[in-house]
Each structure stands twice: as C-alpha cells, then as structure tokens.
C-alpha cells in the first residue's frame, strides 16, 4: 500500500512488525522536484511501542495479516478485560494497561466493539464513537436553574465521571463521545 494511500485505523507492517497507524502528517515540498513526504505516527500492535514512520509518497508499506472482529465485552477484572467474539463466541483477554483510555466506557454488554486480531490473538479494540451508560451519581438540580446552560459533575455505570446539564436526574441513561469524554445527550 503506498503512503498517499494509508489512512488513520490503517494496519501495516513495519519492519516486521505490525504497526496501527494513530496519526499523519503531510509535508508538501517546498521546493521544485522536492518529494512530497507523509509522516505517519503509530503504535506497535504486539509491544504497544509508539513509533514515528517517514515515506515518500512512492515507497509502500505492506498491510498487516489483521483481522477486525465484533466482539461483546464479557465482564472486566483487575487485570483483564473479557470479550466474547458474536459470531463464534471465541473469548479474547486484553490487559487493561493495553486499553486503558477505553475501558471508562466499556460498560459490560457493550456491542459494536471490535477486536483486533494478530495471529488469534486480541492485541487491540476499537470502540464505537458514542455509548450509552447510565448515570449512577450525580447532585438533584435546583428549580429554577434550568433555563441557564449550566452543568454538574455526574458519575457514570463506569466511573466515568461527565458534566450534564443540570435538568439530567440520576438513573437517566445519556451518550457520550468516546473521543472527547464530553455529554452528547440523553439517551
């Protein structure tokens, strides 16, 4: 695959190793038959490495042997996440260190996640860019302020502490932004 071509969420081989890539950055020449050049951020799928790639908008790299696969997250403990593959119902453990800006918004029995596979082995997930959870904590709003766009701290099924509009009430089910972290709306 050449390195015009390559993609954020893209997996390719590195020397020898499969890297997925998290970021890119393109450099136009500044000079007459000066080469365009992609600079491409990634991490390494097996050691978790960040690495920084260089390449020509002619040189390629290979695609990784990767598999993407719907999985189900089971139930999370202190060292792994559990997830169970939908089709085939294989069971993957992730370490946790290996997903830890994830996991806040993994509730158990959350679909639409998907599971990177390297050699039948689970070495990354990607999830879905909204969930749903329901909030298990948070301060009763005061009458009368609901008019304004204030927010208060809410905490969610995770742990996964948000702020909400004040007219939000404990036990409402909302959607937040994976990215961001930030409160979409009210589910």
Do not use: W
Request: glycine letters at 8%; hydrophobic letters at 35%; aromatic letters at 6%.
């Amino acid at each position: 695959m050449l390195a015009k071509e390559i993609k954020t969420g893209d997996v390719v081989v590195f020397e020898g190793e499969p890297v997925i890539i998290e970021s890119l950055n393109v450099q136009s020449p500044s000079a007459r038959g000066a080469a365009t050049l992609y600079k491409f951020r990634g991490r390494n799928a097996v050691t978790r490495q960040k690495i920084d790639i260089t390449l020509k908008g002619t040189e390629a790299l290979d695609a990784a042997d990767f598999e993407r696969r719907d999985v189900q997250v089971m139930f999370t403990d202190s060292t792994h996440i559990h997830l169970m593959d939908t089709e085939n119902f294989n069971q993957y453990e992730v370490l946790l260190g290996d997903v830890k800006e994830q996991v806040p918004y993994m509730p158990e029995g959350l679909e639409g996640v998907r599971a990177l596979i390297y050699n039948d082995e689970c070495v990354g997930i990607d999830i879905p860019t909204t969930v749903e959870m329901a909030i298990t904590q948070c301060d009763p709003g005061v009458k009368g302020n609901s008019a304004t766009s204030r927010t208060k701290p809410a905490t969610l099924q995770t742990g996964l502490v948000v702020h909400v509009p004040e007219y939000i009430k404990e036990g409402e089910r909302v959607k937040v932004d994976t990215r961001t972290g930030q409160f979409l709306s009210r589910a």
